[in-house]
């Protein structure tokens, strides 16, 4: 199953990669740059800033601040990652910034239900703009 994350929301997003996978299904989500998370844009990136300076080499919680990394972690979130059938899910689902080559062509998926235009959202902010504020060089 191939993604367009295009302006999808990321936690609807990860929830039903999630669920696919657990399933057995391989999940590959494309641009995940343009995905948005839901929320005033102070908020989210208090958020990732604060849990970004928390962090610790040693110790962490390692935040990337790659856009595909980012939302692979905030995946891995919604998998019993500590668990074998948590580990596997989360080996089936890949994360990428753009289209790669070998999916072009291919026929890809959406999830209406997670679409930022159906919503009545008005306060969202794109992963690519958190990554960057983060610190990415995009």
Same mark, same amino acid.
């Given at each position: @199953?191939?993604?367009?994350?295009?302006?999808?929301?990321? #936690?609807?997003?990860? +929830?039903?990669?999630?669920?696919?996978?657990?399933?057995?299904?391989? !999940?590959?989500?494309?641009?995940?740059? &343009?995905?948005?998370? +839901?929320?005033?844009?102070?908020?989210?990136?208090?958020?990732?800033?604060?849990?970004?300076? =928390?962090?610790?080499?040693?110790?962490?919680?390692?935040?990337? =601040?790659?856009?595909?990394?980012?939302?692979?972690?905030?995946? =891995?979130? @919604?998998?019993?990652?500590?668990?074998?059938?948590?580990?596997?899910?989360?080996?089936?689902? @890949?994360?990428?910034?753009? !289209?790669?080559?070998?999916?072009? #062509?291919?026929? @890809?998926?959406?999830?209406?239900?997670?679409?930022?235009?159906? =919503? &009545?959202?008005?306060?969202?902010?794109? !992963? !690519?703009?958190?990554?960057?504020?983060? #610190?990415?060089?995009?």
């Amino acid at each position: @199953m191939i993604i367009d994350a295009t302006d999808l929301i990321v #936690g609807r997003l990860g +929830s039903f990669a999630a669920k696919q996978s657990l399933l057995g299904e391989k !999940v590959d989500i494309v641009n995940c740059e &343009k995905a948005v998370i +839901s929320g005033s844009r102070q908020d989210v990136l208090a958020k990732y800033k604060q849990k970004r300076e =928390r962090a610790t080499v040693a110790t962490g919680p390692y935040i990337s =601040r790659m856009p595909d990394r980012f939302v692979r972690r905030i995946i =891995r979130g @919604m998998l019993p990652y500590k668990q074998e059938k948590g580990r596997k899910a989360f080996e089936r689902i @890949m994360c990428y910034t753009g !289209v790669p080559k070998e999916f072009e #062509g291919k026929k @890809m998926e959406s999830l209406p239900s997670a679409d930022i235009n159906k =919503r &009545k959202l008005t306060k969202f902010i794109k !992963v !690519v703009d958190v990554c960057k504020e983060l #610190g990415a060089k995009i």
